[in-house]
Protein backbone atom coordinates (compact mmCIF):
# COMPACT_ATOMS: atom_id res chain seq x y z
CA UNK A 1 0.00 0.00 0.00
CA UNK A 2 1.56 3.48 -0.75
CA UNK A 3 2.38 5.53 1.90
CA UNK A 4 4.12 8.74 2.97
CA UNK A 5 7.32 8.11 4.11
CA UNK A 6 9.53 10.56 6.04
CA UNK A 7 13.52 10.72 6.59
CA UNK A 8 15.32 11.23 9.60
CA UNK A 9 13.03 9.81 12.08
CA UNK A 10 14.91 11.00 14.72
CA UNK A 11 17.19 14.38 14.33
CA UNK A 12 18.83 16.00 16.90
CA UNK A 13 20.45 19.47 16.53
CA UNK A 14 22.46 22.27 18.51
CA UNK A 15 20.24 25.61 18.46
CA UNK A 16 20.96 27.53 15.50
CA UNK A 17 21.80 24.92 13.09
CA UNK A 18 19.90 24.43 9.85
CA UNK A 19 17.59 21.17 9.66
CA UNK A 20 16.23 19.68 6.26
CA UNK A 21 13.25 17.65 7.33
CA UNK A 22 12.16 15.38 4.07
CA UNK A 23 9.34 13.90 3.02
CA UNK A 24 8.37 11.81 -0.04
CA UNK A 25 4.60 11.91 -0.61
CA UNK A 26 2.71 9.21 -2.73
CA UNK A 27 3.56 9.42 -6.17
CA UNK A 28 0.20 10.31 -7.23
CA UNK A 29 -0.45 12.37 -4.76
CA UNK A 30 -0.67 16.53 -5.74
CA UNK A 31 -1.30 18.53 -2.49
CA UNK A 32 1.40 18.55 0.29
CA UNK A 33 1.39 19.56 3.84
CA UNK A 34 3.54 20.09 6.60
CA UNK A 35 1.98 19.55 10.13
CA UNK A 36 3.95 19.64 14.03
CA UNK A 37 3.08 18.41 17.39
CA UNK A 38 4.70 19.64 20.16
CA UNK A 39 5.13 16.84 22.85
CA UNK A 40 1.28 15.82 23.81
CA UNK A 41 0.12 18.80 22.12
CA UNK A 42 -2.35 19.26 19.37
CA UNK A 43 -1.38 18.66 15.70
CA UNK A 44 -0.87 22.17 14.20
CA UNK A 45 -0.70 23.17 10.82
CA UNK A 46 2.33 25.04 9.19
CA UNK A 47 2.38 25.05 5.41
CA UNK A 48 0.26 23.50 2.21
CA UNK A 49 1.96 23.30 -1.22
CA UNK A 50 0.49 23.23 -4.79
CA UNK A 51 1.94 23.35 -8.30
CA UNK A 52 5.25 24.07 -6.89
CA UNK A 53 4.20 26.87 -4.68
CA UNK A 54 3.10 27.53 -1.15
CA UNK A 55 -0.64 27.33 -0.99
CA UNK A 56 -1.44 28.66 2.41
CA UNK A 57 1.21 29.10 5.94
CA UNK A 58 0.44 29.69 8.94
CA UNK A 59 1.57 32.19 11.77
CA UNK A 60 3.79 29.58 13.12
CA UNK A 61 5.63 29.24 9.60
CA UNK A 62 7.73 32.28 9.47
CA UNK A 63 10.96 33.56 7.78
CA UNK A 64 13.12 30.91 10.19
CA UNK A 65 11.00 28.17 7.33
CA UNK A 66 11.14 27.02 3.82
CA UNK A 67 9.96 24.40 1.85
CA UNK A 68 10.59 22.71 -1.60
CA UNK A 69 9.99 20.30 -4.15
CA UNK A 70 13.08 20.17 -5.79
CA UNK A 71 12.87 16.66 -7.87
CA UNK A 72 9.31 16.34 -8.43
CA UNK A 73 9.41 13.38 -5.44
CA UNK A 74 10.72 14.80 -2.19
CA UNK A 75 9.28 17.19 -0.38
CA UNK A 76 11.18 18.95 1.58
CA UNK A 77 11.13 20.90 5.10
CA UNK A 78 14.15 23.47 6.01
CA UNK A 79 13.92 25.61 9.54
CA UNK A 80 17.34 27.91 8.87
CA UNK A 81 18.21 28.25 12.84
CA UNK A 82 16.61 26.35 15.06
CA UNK A 83 15.71 27.43 18.38
CA UNK A 84 14.69 25.47 21.23
CA UNK A 85 10.60 25.60 20.47
CA UNK A 86 11.14 24.13 17.27
CA UNK A 87 11.42 20.85 19.16
CA UNK A 88 8.71 18.69 18.07
CA UNK A 89 7.02 16.05 15.55
CA UNK A 90 6.88 17.27 12.18
CA UNK A 91 4.11 15.58 9.87
CA UNK A 92 4.27 15.39 6.41
CA UNK A 93 0.74 14.70 4.55
CA UNK A 94 -0.18 14.63 1.20
CA UNK A 95 -3.54 14.03 -0.67
CA UNK A 96 -4.52 13.20 -4.10
CA UNK A 97 -6.95 15.91 -4.78
CA UNK A 98 -7.97 19.55 -3.86
CA UNK A 99 -11.07 18.66 -2.86
CA UNK A 100 -12.05 19.14 0.75
CA UNK A 101 -13.54 15.75 0.79
CA UNK A 102 -9.91 14.15 0.64
CA UNK A 103 -8.33 12.69 3.31
CA UNK A 104 -4.81 13.14 4.39
CA UNK A 105 -2.66 10.56 4.50
CA UNK A 106 0.34 11.23 7.03
CA UNK A 107 4.09 9.94 7.34
CA UNK A 108 5.32 8.94 10.64
CA UNK A 109 6.75 11.90 11.62
CA UNK A 110 10.26 13.28 11.84
CA UNK A 111 10.74 14.03 15.77
CA UNK A 112 13.34 17.11 15.89
CA UNK A 113 14.90 17.78 19.43
CA UNK A 114 16.80 20.94 19.61
CA UNK A 115 19.49 21.56 22.27
CA UNK B 1 -10.77 29.85 15.60
CA UNK B 2 -12.29 27.13 13.28
CA UNK B 3 -10.71 24.10 15.01
CA UNK B 4 -12.55 21.34 16.63
CA UNK B 5 -11.80 21.04 20.97
CA UNK B 6 -12.59 17.46 21.50
CA UNK B 7 -13.87 16.41 24.93
CA UNK B 8 -13.27 14.66 27.38
CA UNK B 9 -9.11 15.02 27.08
CA UNK B 10 -9.11 11.27 28.13
CA UNK B 11 -11.08 8.51 28.36
CA UNK B 12 -10.47 5.41 29.89
CA UNK B 13 -12.41 2.15 29.54
CA UNK B 14 -12.54 -1.74 29.67
CA UNK B 15 -12.47 -3.73 26.51
CA UNK B 16 -15.68 -4.50 25.59
CA UNK B 17 -17.36 -1.32 26.40
CA UNK B 18 -18.06 1.67 24.20
CA UNK B 19 -16.04 4.81 23.69
CA UNK B 20 -17.73 8.36 22.99
CA UNK B 21 -15.75 11.15 22.28
CA UNK B 22 -17.15 14.35 21.37
CA UNK B 23 -15.68 17.38 18.88
CA UNK B 24 -16.87 21.09 18.76
CA UNK B 25 -15.70 23.53 16.36
CA UNK B 26 -16.88 27.43 15.94
CA UNK B 27 -17.74 28.48 12.52
CA UNK B 28 -19.58 26.77 9.58
CA UNK B 29 -17.70 23.74 7.54
CA UNK B 30 -18.25 21.41 4.42
CA UNK B 31 -17.26 18.32 6.49
CA UNK B 32 -15.30 17.02 9.45
CA UNK B 33 -12.86 14.15 8.97
CA UNK B 34 -11.65 12.39 12.63
CA UNK B 35 -8.26 11.03 13.07
CA UNK B 36 -6.41 8.18 15.16
CA UNK B 37 -3.12 8.38 16.30
CA UNK B 38 -1.18 5.85 17.68
CA UNK B 39 1.38 7.15 20.39
CA UNK B 40 4.01 8.52 18.74
CA UNK B 41 3.29 7.85 15.24
CA UNK B 42 1.83 9.21 12.53
CA UNK B 43 -2.33 10.24 12.42
CA UNK B 44 -4.56 8.07 10.14
CA UNK B 45 -7.62 8.76 8.35
CA UNK B 46 -11.15 6.78 10.54
CA UNK B 47 -14.17 8.43 8.56
CA UNK B 48 -14.91 11.88 6.96
CA UNK B 49 -18.71 13.22 7.66
CA UNK B 50 -20.18 15.63 5.15
CA UNK B 51 -22.46 18.73 6.46
CA UNK B 52 -25.01 17.49 5.11
CA UNK B 53 -25.24 14.24 6.79
CA UNK B 54 -26.08 13.34 10.21
CA UNK B 55 -25.00 10.04 10.97
CA UNK B 56 -22.51 7.64 9.20
CA UNK B 57 -21.03 4.52 9.87
CA UNK B 58 -17.71 2.50 9.44
CA UNK B 59 -17.15 -0.81 10.77
CA UNK B 60 -17.21 -0.22 14.83
CA UNK B 61 -17.49 3.24 13.98
CA UNK B 62 -20.26 5.99 14.45
CA UNK B 63 -20.08 9.56 13.56
CA UNK B 64 -22.60 12.02 14.36
CA UNK B 65 -22.73 15.41 13.41
CA UNK B 66 -25.05 18.36 14.40
CA UNK B 67 -24.15 21.29 12.41
CA UNK B 68 -27.05 23.52 14.38
CA UNK B 69 -24.79 23.03 17.59
CA UNK B 70 -21.68 22.92 16.07
CA UNK B 71 -20.68 19.40 17.33
CA UNK B 72 -19.79 15.70 16.30
CA UNK B 73 -19.41 12.47 18.28
CA UNK B 74 -17.38 10.05 17.54
CA UNK B 75 -18.66 6.20 19.31
CA UNK B 76 -16.37 2.85 18.95
CA UNK B 77 -18.66 0.52 19.58
CA UNK B 78 -17.14 -2.77 21.32
CA UNK B 79 -13.72 -1.44 21.98
CA UNK B 80 -10.74 -3.35 21.80
CA UNK B 81 -7.13 -2.96 24.01
CA UNK B 82 -5.78 -2.27 20.23
CA UNK B 83 -8.11 0.90 19.92
CA UNK B 84 -5.99 2.55 22.82
CA UNK B 85 -4.36 5.62 20.65
CA UNK B 86 -5.34 9.54 20.83
CA UNK B 87 -8.30 10.55 18.50
CA UNK B 88 -8.63 13.80 16.80
CA UNK B 89 -11.34 15.77 14.90
CA UNK B 90 -10.24 18.03 11.90
CA UNK B 91 -12.33 20.46 9.94
CA UNK B 92 -11.31 22.74 7.43
CA UNK B 93 -11.58 26.83 7.84
CA UNK B 94 -13.62 27.51 4.37
CA UNK B 95 -15.30 26.25 1.21
CA UNK B 96 -12.20 26.32 -0.85
CA UNK B 97 -10.39 23.06 -2.48
CA UNK B 98 -6.99 23.28 -0.85
CA UNK B 99 -7.68 24.58 2.67
CA UNK B 100 -5.77 23.17 5.39
CA UNK B 101 -7.34 20.43 7.62
CA UNK B 102 -7.00 22.56 11.10
CA UNK B 103 -7.14 19.62 14.04
CA UNK B 104 -8.28 19.87 17.88
CA UNK B 105 -6.21 18.96 20.88
CA UNK B 106 -7.80 15.07 20.58
CA UNK B 107 -8.76 12.49 23.15
CA UNK B 108 -6.56 10.49 24.68
CA UNK B 109 -8.68 7.03 24.85
CA UNK B 110 -6.91 3.93 27.27
CA UNK B 111 -8.81 1.05 26.67
CA UNK B 112 -8.11 -1.80 29.59
CA UNK B 113 -7.91 -5.40 28.90
Known amino acids: EPEVTQTPSHQVTQMGQEVILRCVPISNHLYFYWYRQILGQKVEFLVS????????KSEIFDDQFSVERPDGSNFTLKIRSTKLEDSAMYFCASKVSGANTGELFFGEGSRLTVL | SQQGEEDPQALSIQEGENATMNCSYKTSINNLQWYRQNSGRGLVHLILIRSNEREKHSGRLRVTLDTSKKSSSLLITASRAADTASYFC?????????????FGKGTRLSVIA
Open chain 2, 90 to 102: ATTRGPGGNTPLV
Open chain 1, 49 to 56: FYNNEISE
